[in-house]
């Protein structure tokens, strides 16, 4: 029987990213020359949750993972946090692959947009393992060549070298292969996509783009394949390497609602708490103008005072948000998830107040202690 281990190996794990109405879905299809995936001429997302397909194209075992279009309006953002954790699962351990899918028309500060959202979703280093794809080649000018076109925008330009000069055209209306000109034909437009692909994985030393958020998804797949497979014993490692990632999304879910609340209440409490170490400092030096000090930090003003605000705020929210997954590691539900959480940032930001107001009071008492001296 085929291993999950060598299924994983030998397919190459892609993901097309872009904002809606792009043709991610139809670059797929083109990609599998197959109607794989559903699409429309409306400029609304036809791919309402990341979905990836399996085929073999030109010998090469290729899975496409298509997401959902960035600054989808109809999704809110817990929506598309969701079908974004759907994608690191689906390309779990990691994609070999990212196809940047842009139309051929202006570039506004939407695609900026959506470049940056890569950073933020994966990282820079995603870019070292991606491709810029345009679809509707059939819109350039006769003649005109894909570099041609990028060079006539500087964030074109600039997203083209960050992705190493990798840069493809998609010709939607010349589906037929045997066009007077071959360079526009899907047949070789492909083929020439998918060397770049392969020459991707080449120059990543075979490997595939990899994060602490990967690498998590894919221990808890794996997990879940152990459980159950010592449930059940007829399934395929196909089949068991699916349900292995339905159960794993559950428990991811449940805990990122952990770790959001603990984040949120973290940078909140964050900031009381610095509130009250600051508070009682100056209580202790009786500094002058205490109210007007007090204000500047209630405020987040300039100054120390600000700067520790604004501080406490990041760390707590780290502290927070780390609390919170841990305490939402036995729970059921998202709910369950959420309580779990908010306890368990609450219960720290207390313990933090008591200790710093114990501490000055003691510094406090301390200095007040006046030794007397046998004469």
Same mark, same amino acid.
Request: proline content about 2%.
């Given at each position: 029987?085929?291993?999950?281990?060598?299924?994983?190996?030998?397919?190459?794990?892609?993901?097309?990213?872009?904002?809606?109405?792009?043709? +991610?879905?139809?670059?797929?299809?083109?990609?599998?020359?197959?109607?794989?995936?559903?699409?429309?001429?409306?400029?609304?997302?036809?791919?309402?949750?990341? +979905?990836?397909?399996?085929?073999?194209?030109?010998?090469?075992?290729?899975?496409?993972?298509?997401?959902?279009?960035?600054?989808?309006?109809?999704?809110?953002?817990?929506?598309?946090?969701?079908?974004?954790?759907?994608?690191?699962?689906?390309?779990?351990?990691?994609?070999? #692959?990212?196809?940047?899918?842009?139309?051929?028309?202006?570039?506004?500060?939407?695609?900026?947009?959506?470049?940056?959202?890569?950073?933020? *979703?994966?990282?820079?280093?995603?870019?070292?393992?991606?491709?810029?794809?345009?679809?509707?080649?059939?819109?350039?000018?006769?003649?005109?060549?894909?570099?041609? @076109?990028?060079?006539?925008?500087?964030?074109?330009?600039?997203?083209?070298?960050?992705?190493?000069?990798?840069?493809?055209?998609?010709?939607?209306?010349?589906?037929?292969?045997?066009?007077?000109?071959?360079?526009?034909?899907?047949?070789?437009?492909?083929?020439?996509?998918?060397?770049?692909?392969?020459?991707?994985?080449?120059?990543?030393?075979?490997?595939? *783009?990899? &994060?602490?958020?990967?690498?998590?998804?894919?221990?808890?797949?794996?997990?879940?394949?152990?459980?159950?497979?010592?449930? &059940?014993?007829?399934?395929?490692?196909?089949?068991?390497?699916?349900?292995?990632?339905?159960?794993?999304?559950?428990? @991811?879910?449940?805990?990122?609602?952990?770790?959001?609340?603990?984040?949120?209440?973290?940078?909140?409490?964050?900031?009381?708490?610095?509130?009250?170490?600051?508070?009682?400092?100056?209580?202790?030096? +009786?500094?002058?103008?205490? #109210?007007?000090?007090?204000?500047?930090?209630?405020?987040?003003?300039?100054?120390?005072?600000?700067?520790?605000?604004?501080?406490?705020?990041?760390?707590?929210?780290?502290?927070?948000?780390?609390?919170? *997954?841990?305490?939402?590691?036995?729970?059921?539900?998202?709910?369950?998830?959420?309580?779990?959480?908010?306890?368990?940032?609450?219960?720290?930001?207390?313990?933090?107040?008591? +200790?710093?107001?114990?501490?000055?009071?003691?510094?406090?008492?301390?200095?007040?202690?006046?030794?007397?001296?046998?004469?």
């Amino acid at each position: 029987m085929l291993s999950c281990f060598s299924l994983l190996v030998d397919t190459r794990r892609v993901v097309l990213l872009g904002k809606t109405g792009t043709g +991610k879905s139809s670059l797929a299809n083109t990609i599998f020359g197959d109607t794989v995936f559903k699409t429309s001429g409306s400029p609304k997302s036809q791919t309402r949750i990341c +979905k990836a397909e399996s085929r073999s194209v030109n010998g090469r075992s290729i899975t496409l993972i298509d997401t959902p279009g960035f600054f989808d309006t109809e999704k809110t953002e817990e929506q598309q946090k969701k079908e974004m954790l759907k994608c690191v699962l689906e390309c779990a351990p990691g994609p070999h #692959a990212f196809l940047i899918v842009l139309k051929v028309e202006r570039y506004t500060d939407q695609e900026e947009a959506v470049v940056r959202q890569i950073s933020q *979703y994966f990282s820079a280093e995603a870019f070292r393992y991606a491709a810029v794809v345009f679809t509707h080649g059939d819109q350039l000018d006769e003649g005109e060549k894909i570099h041609n @076109f990028v060079n006539q925008s500087k964030g074109l330009r600039d997203l083209v070298e960050k992705c190493g000069g990798r840069c493809h055209v998609i010709d939607n209306r010349y589906c037929n292969n045997n066009q007077q000109d071959p360079f526009r034909s899907n047949k070789f437009q492909v083929a020439q996509l998918l060397c770049t692909i392969d020459k991707i994985i080449k120059d990543n030393n075979g490997g595939c *783009y990899s &994060s602490e958020l990967l690498d998590a998804a894919e221990r808890e797949i794996q997990q879940e394949e152990e459980r159950i497979r010592q449930s &059940s014993r007829n399934m395929s490692e196909r089949e068991i390497r699916e349900k292995a990632k339905i159960g794993a999304f559950k428990r @991811f879910w449940i805990r990122f609602a952990g770790v959001t609340t603990g984040a949120f209440l973290g940078a909140f409490l964050g900031v009381l708490v610095a509130g009250t170490v600051i508070y009682y400092a100056l209580m202790q030096l +009786k500094l002058q103008h205490l #109210a007007a000090i007090a204000g500047m930090v209630v405020a987040g003003g300039l100054g120390p005072a600000g700067m520790v605000l604004r501080t406490s705020a990041a760390v707590g929210a780290v502290i927070g948000g780390v609390t919170g *997954y841990y305490a939402a590691e036995e729970a059921e539900t998202v709910d369950e998830a959420v309580d779990k959480a908010a306890g368990a940032v609450f219960n720290i930001a207390k313990a933090f107040t008591c +200790k710093a107001k114990k501490g000055t009071e003691d510094a406090e008492n301390h200095a007040s202690f006046t030794p007397s001296y046998s004469t």
